[in-house]
């Protein structure tokens, strides 16, 4: 039968830290000039702010640093540098030969993120994966209301994809609102966890409900998936062929990439 994944955007398929890095350092080569000092030393500056926990403030602490600053660039006018630079991002290690092999192997693939669409389309962009996906639902398309832990895009993803709920999978990073709406709805979820997440050690809480399943990286991702029911179970075995195979196993006919909602 087949088996449909869907991926978070943000530090599942990519570290959000290195987003930010490469949002700073364009910050820095456009202000350079203006404040008399070189991107280095203010990228530093803004990394280090991030770095001591004071991320919602960073860009204002370069306006306190640098008074005069204000005088060419305000506020919403670096927010607008930082949110529609061209990223410097990859993939996880592993995670684009993963999405090949689960594309080749007929696994349908889809992408839910959070997030205006504009920068979210940029970050994939820049990560060389767009094509991979049959389905990529954006959903600050219908308001910042329905991000998750709202269902409507995992409703939206059901509406497209003619699979079984339980056939169906969401792979995110965040416990406090990735997993859910997914479970709710009889999806399997799985958390990759890995170090230099921002959410790397966030719990659920209480009245929140966490995955069911938790792995560390694209190798441990696949393990799971051929195991995430006893009709798509495949032995472990070593060496491409056989891993190539254990994905044809769990997958169909998929749909073919670049349909974006």
């Not at 203006?34 to 991107?39: C, F, Q, S, T």
């Not at 630079?85 to 689960?102: F, N, R, T, Y």
């Amino acid at each position: 039968m087949t088996l449909g994944v869907v991926f978070d955007l943000d530090d599942t398929l990519y570290l959000e830290r290195d987003y930010v890095r490469s949002g700073f350092t364009a910050i820095a080569v456009a202000v350079a000039d203006a404040v008399g000092e070189d991107p280095d030393t203010i990228s530093r500056l803004l990394w280090n702010a991030f770095e001591t926990d004071q991320r919602g403030g960073s860009i204002d602490r370069l306006l306190q640093r640098f008074p005069t600053l204000a005088d060419q660039y305000s506020l919403p006018d670096l927010l607008r540098i930082y949110r529609y630079h061209s990223p410097d991002i990859a993939p996880l290690p592993g995670m684009h030969e993963l999405l090949v092999q689960l594309s080749d192997g007929g696994i349908w693939l889809g992408l839910l993120t959070d997030g205006e669409r504009t920068r979210q389309e940029l970050k994939l962009t820049a990560l060389g994966v767009d094509q991979l996906f049959s389905v990529c639902i954006f959903t600050d398309d219908w308001g910042r209301d329905h991000w998750k832990p709202n269902p409507h895009g995992f409703e939206e993803i059901e509406r497209r994809w003619p699979l079984q709920r339980g056939r169906l999978v969401y792979v995110g990073d965040n416990p406090l609102k990735d997993f859910a709406a997914p479970r709710a709805r009889g999806w399997q979820t799985i958390r990759l966890r890995t170090p230099g997440q921002i959410t790397a050690d966030l719990e659920a809480k209480a009245e929140q409900v966490g995955a069911a399943h938790e792995v560390d990286g694209p190798a441990a991702l696949m393990t799971v998936l051929r195991t995430v029911d006893d009709e798509a179970y495949v032995p472990m075995r070593s060496g491409r062929d056989d891993s190539e195979r254990a994905g044809s196993e769990i997958g169909g006919a998929a749909p073919r990439g670049g349909g974006h909602a």
